[in-house]
């Protein structure tokens, strides 16, 4: 047998230790060349139909900003447990040294084993890349939008990409290998299992200090919702939450075992003894593991969950209703054109319409005023009830955008709405008796505005006045916006972008003229988002991944001290069904405690947002929490079955 024989024959013998690491370098392997393959994607780089110039910009540059993110954390994570596989190796080391070998052929043997598991993830990522690489496009075709999804390519680029930035990874990683193990006597290579841990001790100051900086933590996320919009403030509670996270698992879940252990009644109880003894070392070891799982994962749920509900087309039909909208200075030829042009398109394309317009007025104080016939019609064609004013000098407001028609909501229900109010038009001031707000139909203004709905009657009163103040000869109106309400908005994506085109490149109005299409902004916005999406999706997936395998890396770690532990314990008389209860109960703290922390700092961002938006996001935040808890079960149910049946053998 020669020497490279003798490092295989290390690897396969060590299979059970390095199955983790194997698997999880094959992932960061298989996601790095996602990315790459969608970084090299013909139809990304040259632009998604429809799409922006910055949907094309985020994709581009996003994909490469994902790439460097995974390769460091990849590069990081792959230390870390070379280091962890290292730590249980060290008495192996050590006998090697007795019998022989020197340390340069110590370092060649850890050189060809990391090297030989490095080639075996990337030979196996690339090709489970490869073989799913369709579905992938599928995926993302869908989550951005793409109606005939994203063209398969074969990706010699992604490929040789991934495969020398992790082939030089693997080298750095292999030679810092021997660094991690050069510390350290002869002695204490062959006797490091055998010193014996310190008590975990924890500070009861810094124990309620956790409490009171994550509840201190909540309480301005909150003030910030509520009280004042201050970013400062809200990065300031963030930071707050994080440190009183960290101190969570440092001080007070140590803090809290120790108390249990000083209850005689609870600690001597059956199996709590052996429980909590070994509950108080495993927390304070891996404290620092579960702070990173925690605040990782619960940055994962927010944002996934978050830019799951912004692509929703339900919020784009919401903030904006009108499948196309056109605005113009005044009336020229060409602004008829256009809108002869949108409703030609529509009846070509056989889709049912209803148009309705309103040519506001401004009002002094930030308002703009529409009369009640605009409105109705509008109401109409959108499905809503349409609304009355016995008096003449009688007026309701209604919102120009999702925040202010959630601020009407809350006075309806609370019956604060109502009372007087002067319009004030050039120097006419007219006082008005405001009814219950509209609360359904948004009219979308640019900026945010108190909109007034007045009669038809007073607003013929007030138009001259204003037609005045502008400057504007009678019978003229500074601007007109057409609404088109189309029912299946979303059937009209085959050809709105072209037409949304064609009107604005045309530049010889003299007027001022905006014209937008809601599935044209809906898929702009659902780009956008489907990219940032697929990005935080994936980086969160390999941070779980990672988050996973630390667990399980701290937990083979001290298998061997483990099987040690049970086994004289066995002799004494434990059985089966404890020693199943007790490493369940174990493991269940360390693989869902992180979790649960997750997500109730998730849970609290998402009820803040809520209170910011217009639009549930529920369900959304649930889908997510299921999601994650799900790939977590699994995971638990599976490193269970494999760890009992491992200790069930060496059990007396």
Known sequence: MNFRQFAINNVVRNKRIYLAHFLSSTFSVMIFFTYALLLFHPD??????????????????????????????????????????????????????????TRKQMNRLLFMENMCIGLASIITGIGLGIIFGKLILLICGSMLAVENSLRFYFPLKSIALTAGAFLLLFVIIAMSSSLLIRKGSLIDLVKSEEKPKPEPKASRLLALLSVL???????????????????????????????????????????????????????????????????????????????????????????????????????????????????????????????????????????PYVKGSYAPIGENNNGKIIKLSDYNRLAKALGYEERTLKQIDESFMTPSNLAIRKEYREQVEKGTSGGKVNLEVDNQHVPVQLSTPGTEIVIPFQYEIYLYVVTDELFNKMRPAYNEEVGMPEGFYSSRTIQFIVKDWMGTRSFAPELIKSIQDDHSEKGYYEVSALVVDWLNSKQTNGIILILSGLIGIVFFTFAASFTYFRLYADLERDEAQYRMIGKMGLSRPELRKIVTRQLLLMFFLPILVAVIHS????????????????????????????MQILYFALVRWRYLRHMYSKLV
């Open 603 to 630: 849970s609290v961002a998402f009820v803040a947002l809520q209170q910011l938006v217009d639009f549930s996001v529920f369900g959304y935040s649930l889908r997510i929490f299921l999601v994650f808890a799900s």
């Open 213 to 351: 900086l994550i509840g201190g933590g909540y309480a301005g996320v909150f003030t910030f919702v509520w009280i004042s919009f201050s970013f400062p403030l809200l990065l300031a509670s963030v930071v707050v939450v994080i440190a009183g996270t960290y101190f969570l698992f440092t001080q007070l879940s140590v803090y809290i075992i120790r108390a249990l252990k000083r209850n005689p009644r609870l600690f001597f109880r059956k199996t709590n003894l052996l429980f909590l003894s070994e509950l108080t070392y495993r927390m304070k070891d891996n404290a620092i593991m579960f702070f990173m799982v925690s605040i990782i994962s619960a940055s994962s749920f927010t944002g996934i969950g978050t830019m799951l509900a912004i692509a929703d087309p339900g919020l784009s039909s919401m903030s904006n209703p009108y499948a196309f909208s056109y605005m113009n200075s005044w009336d020229t030829p060409d602004s008829e054109r256009h809108i002869r042009q949108i409703e030609e398109t529509l009846i070509d394309n056989q889709v």
């Open 44 to 101: 990304l780089k040259a632009g998604l139909k429809g799409s922006s110039g910055t949907v094309t910009l985020l994709a581009n540059q996003g994909f490469v900003i994902a790439e460097i993110i995974i390769f460091i954390f990849s590069f990081l994570f792959l230390l870390y447990s070379v280091g962890s596989f290292l730590k249980t190796r060290k008495k192996e080391f050590g006998i090697f040294l007795i019998i022989g070998m």
